[in-house]
């Protein structure tokens, strides 16, 4: 049997989790982080992904700081979910999909209409208090400003922009993960329950080589998942997966999900 109906035969049962990394967001013209056109090409990790180097930075290089600043949230302000984001999305809509697991922090999945999404390295449009932990998030108008005031902004400008002053004495931050810092406890518990109670795993986009992102797909296997992985490439994982589809995401989930007969469809909805 062709490979592509056995993995729409699992899929249709439903109880599904995906587990969603930078190959998706590439499709959606955000480079990987170390692929080629990355940001770290340009931008040297030991310096722009920690804290340390961020702060030497912000006092030595407010100019490069600010370039590494722009070239971040314009990316992600440029990117549009593309068809396999709303694809994930109609499948949870449709009962299909439990939830998405993702080890992105560009917001595509939410923007594309997915709800139950948990965030493994945390979200670049949401920043939180270092002291209280309020929250607060970068939506498309606050954005454009954000951007537009980082063009011309001087390095105390930059930190007030960048690190704003919370009204608890605090200063807020980005809230991803950055080299260094853990994963956000709460994230990863909730991966693993969701994991827990799921029949398949679908692998999109990730390499495998990120801990301890990387190690849920082992656990999902110790318990006797099916694991579907799409990716263009084989990776540190597939070795794990049941099936393998190499292509795309952007080709596979639509040659998958569109051709789900209706009555499959209407089951789910129900």
């Not at 940001?39 to 920690?50: D, G, L, Q, R, T």
């Not at 006092?59 to 700081?65: A, E, G, W």
């Not at 931050?173 to 950055?178: I, K, S």
């Not at 109670?197 to 999109?204: G, P, W």
Request: proline fraction near 4%; charged fraction near 25%; include cysteine.
């Amino acid at each position: 049997m062709n490979i592509i109906l056995k993995v729409r035969e699992t899929l249709e049962k439903g109880n599904i989790v995906a587990l969603t990394g930078a190959g998706i967001s590439e499709e959606s013209g955000i480079p990987t982080f170390r692929g080629k056109g990355g940001i770290w090409e340009k931008f040297s990790p030991e310096i722009y992904a920690n804290i340390p180097g961020l702060i030497g930075a912000f006092l030595f290089m407010p100019s490069r700081i600010r370039d590494f600043i722009l070239e971040f949230y314009l990316t992600i302000h440029n990117a549009h979910p593309n068809k396999a984001h709303y694809i994930l999305a109609k499948m949870e809509q449709r009962g299909i999909l439990n939830c998405i697991i993702t080890q992105n922090v560009d917001n595509l999945h939410q923007q594309a209409g997915s709800e139950n999404v948990i965030e493994l390295h945390g979200n670049m449009l949401k920043f939180r208090c270092t002291k209280c932990e309020k929250k607060y998030t970068l939506r498309e108008k606050r954005l454009e400003e954000f951007i537009y005031r980082l063009k011309s902004a001087s390095r105390r400008e930059i930190i007030r922009l960048f690190l704003p002053k919370c009204e608890c004495g605090g200063r807020y931050r980005p809230d991803v993960v950055l080299f260094g810092e853990f994963l956000p406890q709460d994230e990863l518990n909730r991966a693993y329950m969701e994991l827990e109670k799921t029949n398949s795993l679908l692998l999109i986009g990730t390499s495998g080589v990120v801990y301890p992102a990387a190690s849920l797909p082992y656990f999902a296997k110790e318990r006797g998942m099916t694991i579907i992985e799409i990716n263009p490439y084989h990776t540190a994982l597939s070795h794990l997966a049941d099936y393998t589809i190499l292509k795309k995401a952007t080709e596979a989930l639509p040659e998958i999900f569109e051709h789900f007969n209706e009555q499959s469809q209407k089951k789910f909805r129900n």
